[in-house]
């Protein structure tokens, strides 16, 4: 799937999907989203990332989760998930079903607060995120950055992490009649940015 954006239209717009349709995303794509992740800037260039790439009957197991199914043994997950709003809930469901991935981004580097090194490691976890939304973006797939914690708690019920779990990205095809679920306006620069000369 190709895209002639530039690279500012692919910034600007970007947008959090959470509606999918059916459609397969090739595993050549998928290594070129998770390689543009790799290539964000991180701290001493410590790459603190891993990507979990959740498909198959992973992928069914975390729906499952999500679904409040009951999964054996009973897992702090299927409490926590239980906080999750019905009407999002289902909109959460019927997403991570069509979906044909979910991307786990975890951060293997141990934060300390009081080391710029190690806080710093959280950062270039976070912009490799960005990168695999704005990859998958320009590659015409739609993907959201999901950090509510019980979704969080579901892929940690199917998955082994042993660093910090800082969001899971879904991507797939944008479903053709996207609906705005939230607000994406953006305040205007004058009220964002200060000028000094």
Wanted: hydrophobic share 40%; proline share 7%; charged share 20%.
């Amino acid at each position: 799937m190709k895209n002639q954006n530039t690279f500012l239209e692919v910034i600007m717009t970007r947008r959090s999907i959470r509606d999918f349709r059916e459609g397969n995303v090739p595993e050549e794509d998928v290594e070129r989203i998770l390689k543009a992740g790799i290539m964000a800037p991180s701290s001493g260039n410590s790459q603190p990332w891993r990507f979990h790439v959740i498909r198959g009957r992973t992928k069914d197991q975390f729906v499952n989760i999500l679904k409040n199914a009951k999964i054996s043994p009973p897992s702090e997950a299927e409490e926590t998930v239980k906080t999750i709003p019905p009407s999002w809930r289902r909109l959460l469901v019927k997403g991570m079903e069509t979906v044909p991935l979910v991307v786990a981004v975890e951060n293997v580097i141990s934060i300390n607060r009081d080391n710029i090194s190690s806080a710093g490691s959280l950062l270039g976890t976070a912009a490799s995120a960005e990168n695999i939304l704005l990859a998958a973006h320009s590659l015409g797939y739609g993907s959201v950055w999901l950090g509510y914690p019980p979704i969080l708690q579901a892929v940690k019920a199917v998955i082994e992490i042993s660093g910090d779990l800082i969001c899971v990205l879904p991507i797939g095809l944008p479903a053709n009649n996207q609906n705005e679920y939230f607000n994406r306006s953006r305040r205007p620069v004058t009220e964002v940015v200060k000028y000094y000369t």
